[in-house]
């Protein structure tokens, strides 16, 4: 009798990302209001949401170790500080911050769960089944335009050390998004309703095409330490792995994850159907198991280790 594996419910390590996401958005989310009511001055000891942005501390992380620890404007000590500690994280698992911490990733998320409710009706179903006829054309264009992230990020390195200015900042959606309540109608603003929009239809589509942040964390985090790992001895090649991927990362030609797309999100291992076949496992260490603990209840029959029928 082959084994047969019973769903029960999520790893403790995916509720715990849900947790993170909404914490962070609402820590952001209350500085921004109370911002929009206070002002942001000591008196009302309402600091501003810019403060805790890791893209100001790469953007002035240049600066800071050539001219003897001068700031760009508009950035301070604490952006260096959370860019210094996230690059530290980025070393140990991987993009795990696009994908749990920055709360224009989890917009975008959460903006697309209402969108696959649009994508039942009649004249976008319409659209996406003759869309099926370009997939593969459709599919190249992707794959090109996710460089666009890493031109942005020499964009913002080259323009930034060359004028000592936040050259990215005036059509950066988050900064127009932070500072909605004072933004005029520019360049970032517009950049921003359009990635809303967008990411009715399309998974992070900031994420993939445009964002320099995760484009640097993409390159560091090939040299992560924890990363999802595929064991093909009990992987049976269902591909669901691969199609619940928001990056569309293709898990079933690789053992271990190093993709730079992959968000360390873990939505393959909540659908992934065999115990044991999906893992987050560091380079030297064993599998993190009480983490993902809690996505199977048993394993039923003689033969557990052979591949579910």
């Known amino acids: 009798m082959k084994a047969k594996n019973i769903k029960a419910k999520m790893p403790v390590i995916l509720w715990l990302r849900y947790l993170v996401q909404a914490a962070f958005l609402?820590?952001?989310?209350?500085?921004?209001?109370?911002?929009?009511?206070?002002?942001?001055?000591a008196e009302a000891a309402v600091p501003s949401a810019e403060a805790y942005c890791a893209m100001g501390g790469l953007e002035t992380f240049y600066s800071f170790i050539t001219t003897g620890g001068k700031f760009l404007p508009r950035t301070h000590l604490s952006n260096l500080v959370t860019f210094l500690a996230l690059m530290a994280t980025v070393l140990v698992a991987k993009s795990a911050f696009c994908g749990w911490v920055c709360p224009f990733?989890?917009?975008?998320?959460?903006?697309?769960?209402?969108?696959?409710?649009?994508?039942?009706?009649?004249?976008?179903?319409?659209?996406?089944?003759?869309?099926?006829?370009?997939a593969s054309f459709l599919r190249r264009v992707d794959r090109v335009a996710r460089y666009g992230k890493y031109l942005v990020l020499a964009y913002l390195m080259v323009g930034t050390i060359s004028f000592g200015t936040m050259v990215f900042r005036g059509w950066d959606p988050y900064a127009a998004l932070i500072k909605i309540y004072e933004t005029e109608a520019g360049l970032g603003l517009y950049i921003l309703i359009l990635i809303v929009a967008l990411s009715l239809f399309v998974e992070r589509p900031w994420c993939r095409y445009a964002c320099p942040l995760g484009a640097a964390i993409g390159l560091i985090g090939r040299l992560s330490m924890i990363k999802v790992t595929r064991h093909q001895d009990l992987c049976t090649n269902c591909g669901l792995c691969s199609r619940a991927c928001p990056m569309d990362v293709e898990l079933r030609s690789t053992a271990r994850v190093t993709s730079s797309e992959c968000h360390n999100c873990l939505s393959c291992l909540e659908v992934c159907p065999r115990e044991g076949a999906l893992d987050l496992r560091t380079a030297r260490l064993p599998q993190i198991k009480w983490l993902t603990e809690g996505k199977h209840v048993s394993t039923i029959g003689e033969g557990a280790g052979s591949n579910a029928s």
């Open 105 to 134: 990733g989890t917009l975008q998320e959460w903006v697309r769960k209402p969108g696959r409710w649009l994508a039942r009706m009649p004249f976008v179903a319409l659209m996406r089944e003759r869309s099926k006829k370009h």
């Open 26 to 41: 609402a820590f952001i989310a209350q500085l921004v209001v109370r911002a929009a009511l206070l002002g942001e001055s």
